[in-house]
């Protein structure tokens, strides 16, 4: 990150650091973490938990720099804040099932929050019933890949199942050539090579050939 930036960061807990990189990785956020007072004068954003605001304010006065104070359960909802979303309108989760691997990004807007790989549909609602209760969106959307070649029957009594259970509206989309170049107009890391991921990040953004609401 670059010394100076509008955004500083002063975390003490190793474990709420690791998660704040995390997240501000997947957005692409700027920002500085703080090692001196000088890295204040240019700032006008600091986000900070407890114990280092503390120890800030007493030599510092803050008046003048906007402080957020972050926890574990809020540092998701400040990162997202800082990229200009400050409501969560939809989740949208991109879903590519493979033979042994089941591919997903999830979107709050249009911020590539979440990518990865689980083994069963399970997995992937336990990763999302989190986020969701971190962002409280208005609505989730799921949508998964299917082709008419494929095996996509042997898994839909467990996606409509999670579907219901979690009150999310469900998307059939069609994957072909859904590893094709993906959209650029998403905030967050464009640079994933994976073929599947790019694959589920096609399907997040396209229109579905059935849809189910619960």
Known sequence: MRSASSNVVAICDPKLMSMFRSFSELVDLDY????SYES???ASTLL???ECLELIKKDYDL???RVMRVSEDNVLVSVLELVGVSRVEALVVGVDPGNTLINYVIFANNVLLSYGSVKKFSELAEVLDKIKGLLRPEKVVVK?????AGFWESFMPEVLRIAEEGRYSLVLVDESSTTDACP???????DIKNPDLKACINIAFREGLLRLTY
Do not use: M, Q
């Open 144 to 148: 998964v890949g299917v082709s008419p």
């Open 184 to 190: 650029t107009t998403y905030i967050g890391r464009k």
């Open 63 to 65: 008046s003048k720099v």
């Open 40 to 42: 204040l004068r240019e």
């Open 48 to 50: 900070a938990d407890d």
């Open 32 to 35: 500085a973490v703080f090692e």
